[in-house]
């Protein structure tokens, strides 16, 4: 069964600094990513997501996400967090072609200003 | 224009009490799935539903009972309420015919099992 690691699971920034959230999955086939957010007392939230083609793909709000296939990676950035981008961040996966998703343990991210 | 509602929001019960959380879709997805959020666990899927009458367990199924008579509705129910049970449930649905399977999250019920 595929797996989802998110290794950061609490980062604290200032407003204006760059964020990059980890993200690896195990499974060897097709994949296709999601980056899903929760604000505060909210529900989850698509903020962007990879199927095919160019691995660099851009999401709401100025965040993007790399997915390197050799490295079974997929890293969330954004290059100037702010103070409203405090939420916790889901990493997922759907394998396979299926349609579950696999979802890591979520980053708690706060941006102080 | 609603999408998908969770009710109850929030919920208190007892140990050993049957309880129902109900989750209703308005864009006639096919899929729909429950979750489990719990603090270091993240998302873990409880059952999911391909279409009406067909359902399938997920990674957390016990305790737990779903049906799926109606496309739009996919309750979940706590046979037996355990303490374990404590945790914010989200339904999500799903059409894989449209924008690659994408899951549209509903807005949680919070339950606590005393």
């Known amino acids: 069964a595929q797996s989802v690691s998110q290794h950061n699971h609490h980062v604290i920034l200032s407003e204006a600094a760059s964020l990059e959230l980890g993200c690896n999955y195990s499974?060897?086939?097709?994949?296709?990513l999601f980056w899903y957010v929760q604000y505060p007392g909210q529900h989850l939230q698509l903020l962007l997501k990879?199927?095919?083609?160019?691995?660099l793909v851009k999401g709401i709000k100025g965040f993007e996400a790399e997915f390197i296939k050799s490295k079974f990676s997929f890293n969330l950035r954004k290059p100037s967090v702010q103070w409203s981008d405090t939420a916790e961040y889901f990493c997922?996966?759907?394998?396979?072609?299926?349609?579950?998703?696999?979802f890591g343990t979520g980053t708690q991210l706060k941006v102080e200003l | 224009d609603a999408g998908i509602t969770q009710s109850p929001r929030y919920k208190i019960t007892e140990t050993g009490r049957q309880v129902t959380l109900m989750c209703h879709q308005t864009w006639s997805h096919s899929y729909m799935f429950w979750y489990r959020q719990d603090l270091g666990h993240g998302l873990r899927l409880i059952y999911y539903s391909a279409a009406a009458d067909i359902t399938d367990k997920g990674e957390v199924p016990d305790g737990y009972v779903v049906s799926r008579s109606k496309t739009e509705n996919f309750p979940l129910t706590l046979e037996s309420a355990t303490r374990s049970q404590t945790s914010v449930y989200f339904c999500?649905?799903?059409?894989?015919?449209?924008?690659?399977?994408?899951?549209?999250f509903g807005p949680g019920t919070r339950l606590t099992v005393l």
């Open positions: 997922a996966v759907r394998a396979g072609g299926g349609n579950k998703l696999t």
């Open positions: 499974y060897g086939g097709t994949v296709n």
């Open positions: 990879y199927f095919s083609g160019d691995p």
């Open positions: 999500a649905s799903s059409d894989p015919s449209g924008v690659q399977g994408e899951q549209f």
